[in-house]
């Protein structure tokens, strides 16, 4: 029997994961890189390592060729992706998986589920901010259930870098860099800070309040603890936003 044009592409393409796997991310740290706007690729760049097991997300492969990266998965439904682009991968050895477009969970969220699901490390999220605020909103509130998996996932965009925290976390940063802290949950209490301008001591922050916004690195190191529910902790992306003064002091020089 002689399949239709259209629907032997696709049988092909429901193949492919059977005759290209790649090497499992079982344990190692996982870079998805999303279909989302990049401006410079320079500034995303330097959060990718030679190690990382790489997964682009159905129109995420144009952006990970910019980035000159090697892409161990595709996955997606291809609606932002030209099947014979994902066709030419066949025995490359990139495992492809395709799916349906009428379906209940994004791209993006499908291959964070694989990655989590596959015994990652660690996730890191890239192109998952810019474009649609829909799908940029939806990608951060992804990180909550994720997180009490057990696997940390951080959300790096052009400007921003996003991370989860329900019990603390430790950052290195330079003086003066923004850092934000917003609540996930209606409220995060027991909030104590350390090695920032504006501190806090067993605070508070809610829903509906701005408290949190803008508040900066004052040396190199910096702590957040809580006790109780979770935060959104945004940084400024310290390789796209150069190097500014702390609030009342003069200019920075050599940082």
């Known amino acids: 029997m002689h399949l239709p044009p259209d629907r032997r592409r696709r049988d092909e393409i429901a193949g492919m994961a059977a005759r290209t796997e790649g090497p499992a991310p079982a344990g190692r740290r996982v870079v998805i890189i999303s279909n989302g706007q990049v401006r410079d690729v320079s500034s995303v760049a330097p959060f990718i390592r030679s190690s990382d097991y790489v997964i682009a997300v159905d129109g995420g492969l144009k952006q990970a060729q910019r980035l000159g990266v090697r892409v161990h998965m595709l996955l997606g439904d291809f609606d932002s992706l030209p099947e014979k682009e994902a066709l030419k991968l066949?025995?490359?050895?990139v495992r492809v998986?395709?799916?349906p477009r009428e379906k209940d969970q994004t791209d993006t969220h499908l291959a964070l589920e694989y990655a989590v699901r596959s015994g990652a490390s660690e996730v890191i999220m890239l192109a998952a901010l810019g474009g649609r605020i829909d799908h940029a909103l939806a990608n951060l509130w992804l990180l909550p259930a994720y997180h009490s998996a057990g696997c940390p996932v951080t959300v790096?965009?052009?400007d921003n870098i996003v991370h989860l925290v329900k019990d603390q976390i430790?950052?290195?940063g330079r003086p003066g860099e923004y850092v934000s802290l917003l609540p996930v949950t209606?409220?995060?209490r027991g909030i104590t800070t350390s090695g920032l301008r504006y501190p806090l001591k067993n605070g508070t922050l809610r829903w509906g309040e701005s408290l949190g916004i803008s508040n900066e690195f004052l040396s190199e190191h910096a702590r957040i603890t809580l006790t109780s529910g979770m935060l959104f902790v945004i940084r400024a992306n310290p390789v796209s936003n150069p190097p500014r003064s702390p609030a009342g002091e003069g200019e920075l020089h050599g940082v």
């Open 90 to 93: 066949v025995g490359t050895g």
């Open 97 to 99: 998986m395709r799916y």
């Open 156 to 158: 790096v965009g052009d």
């Open 170 to 172: 430790s950052m290195h």
């Open 186 to 188: 209606p409220e995060a």
